[in-house]
């Protein structure tokens, strides 16, 4: 059962590798500057993700006791909402993209990572509520989670694939603030 939940924790983790593409070219002038200002916002919460993570798999072992990977799992489930709320919000302040279909890509990948900031506080919510004393309970309520890890990570992942297609992707893969080192 800690595989499993290990497994869909390091879903996120999809999103990072991604986020660590390629440089590009030389691009279009409008579209460097746009993936500039959203990246340079980004980078912070980027890193952010990256370590609430990180922190849950570390805790996701089979030698965690059930308070420390509570207390640890709840700190990363918030830090994954605030960071995805600030990519939403750096995605507005950033204005449309200059694509063709711009306000619309706009529109849809901040709606993609307010679902999946709502979705990482509602983990918290719900990590919260589950007892740590009772073993057998709080394991079986973390196989619970994993299927609403799972959905949060393709949230942000969708948000994410939304604002690099098309022009937009080597304008965001040569931007050093969506890189993840």
């Known amino acids: 059962m800690n595989k499993k939940f290990a497994s869909a924790v390091s879903g996120g983790a999809v999103l990072m590798l991604v986020l660590s ?3 590009g070219d030389d691009g279009d002038e409008k579209a460097n500057a746009w ?11 980027l890193q952010k993700v990256k370590a609430a993570s990180a922190d ?15 207390k ?18 750096a ?3 950033a204005g449309t993209p200059p694509t063709k279909d711009g306000q ?9 990572f307010e679902a999946a900031s709502k979705a990482y506080a509602d983990l918290k919510t719900k990590i919260d509520a ?10 079986d309520g973390l196989g619970q989670l994993s299927a609403a890890i799972a959905e949060a990570n393709k949230g942000s992942k969708e948000a994410y694939a939304k604002v690099t297609a098309g022009d937009l992707k080597k304008a965001i893969a040569g931007q050093k603030g969506c890189k993840m080192s």
């Open 21 to 23: 593409g390629c440089g």
């Open 35 to 45: 993936a500039k200002k959203v990246c340079d916002q980004w980078a912070p919460e």
């Open 56 to 70: 849950m798999k570390r805790v996701s072992g089979t030698t965690s006791k059930p308070d420390e990977v509570q």
């Open 72 to 89: 640890t799992d709840s700190a990363a489930f918030q830090v994954q909402s605030d960071a995805y709320k600030a990519m939403s919000a």
């Open 91 to 93: 995605l507005s302040s």
């Open 104 to 112: 619309a890509t706009q529109t849809a990948a901040v709606q993609g």
């Open 130 to 139: 589950l007892d740590p004393k009772d073993q057998t309970k709080f394991a």
